[in-house]
């Protein structure tokens, strides 16, 4: 059974910074395109960023600068590291797994921007 396992989000101030992480198990995540998506309430859910298994990162425009995505294919997680956080950030971030043709989703974390 596949899981992934999203930690780290919460409530921080404009400017502030998070780092989330997602655990996988159950599936080979050493080959596996890790990726994370983001929903923000009445939006559609829009990628944030993605890192190949060779730790090639592939950011949306907008994320470009502010965050960082890495992978450690040893503890089968991988991260989002967020700074310079602003409101419109905030949403329910997805981790997301893909191998081959299936796409595998995380439960989601809040990540909540607001002073």
């Known amino acids: 059974q596949v899981q992934l396992v999203e930690s780290g989000g919460g409530l921080v101030q404009p400017g502030g910074s998070l780092r989330l992480s997602c655990t996988a198990s159950?599936?080979?995540?050493?080959?596996?395109?890790m990726g994370w998506y983001r929903q923000a309430p009445g939006k559609e859910r829009e990628l944030v960023a993605t890192v190949s298994r060779f730790g090639s990162a592939n950011y949306a425009d907008s994320m470009k600068g502010r965050f960082a995505i890495s992978r450690d294919n040893a503890k089968k997680t991988v991260y989002l590291q967020m700074s310079n956080l602003k409101p419109d950030d905030t949403a329910v971030y997805y981790c997301?797994?893909?191998?081959?043709?299936?796409?595998?989703w995380g439960q989601g974390t809040q990540v909540t921007v607001s002073s």
């Open positions: 997301n797994a893909r191998l081959s043709s299936t796409y595998y």
């Open positions: 159950g599936i080979m995540f050493s080959i596996a395109l």
